[in-house]
């Protein structure tokens, strides 16, 4: 990194950075860890200690190649204090995803843009839907409970949202390419 730069330049460096690379770090760390919340405190973390250790970054290397070789030492060191005894995924496979994920990260940004829009434009009902499957992580039972509905409703409900999402997506990329 330039150190030339003062701080408030090496700030606004930092952030530039991390705001292009956060989707793709974001979905290797999801991609990697089971739980939805631990996934999400795990990427935290990640911003957290690379912002710490942004001195360290060489600018003449990618950003996101130099996040993602952290994100993958984090998600060791998450399997490890958990004290499982194997990973869920292997070292290599977690090196593969990394480089993966780096070379799609482009159409990825614009994927995840049109998916940002699509979900804006869900009416409510369904958006709440997704919220407790996705993020809440509730199986289709105590959503039905939580909404005053039957599990076969949630479902139909859940399979026609990602249906329309898909179609939205495509529709929007589509546009895009035009």
């Known amino acids: 990194m330039n150190q030339d730069l003062s701080e408030n330049e090496r700030r606004q460096e930092f952030t530039q950075h991390w705001l292009a690379a956060e989707p793709s770090v974001s979905a290797y760390v999801f991609a990697s860890i089971a739980g939805f919340h631990d996934a999400e405190d795990l990427v935290q973390q990640i911003a957290q200690e690379v912002a710490r250790r942004f001195d360290q970054y060489d600018s003449s290397r990618p950003f996101l190649g130099w996040v993602l070789w952290v994100a993958r030492s984090r998600v060791i060191d998450f399997y490890r204090r958990r004290k499982r005894d194997q990973l869920v995924f292997s070292d290599e496979l977690l090196q593969k995803l990394s480089q993966a ?68 997506v495509q529709r929007r ?6």
């Open 101 to 168: 994920i780096v070379e799609r990260d482009a159409g990825r940004s614009d994927r995840r843009e049109a998916l940002e829009h699509c979900l804006e434009g869900l009416p409510g009902k369904s958006r709440r839907g997704l919220d407790l499957r996705y993020v809440e992580e509730l199986p289709s039972a105590r959503i039905a409970d939580s909404v005053g509905s039957t599990t076969g409703s949630v479902r139909v409900l859940l399979t026609r949202v990602r249906s329309g999402l898909a179609e939205c």
């Open 173 to 178: 990329l589509t546009m895009v390419d035009a």
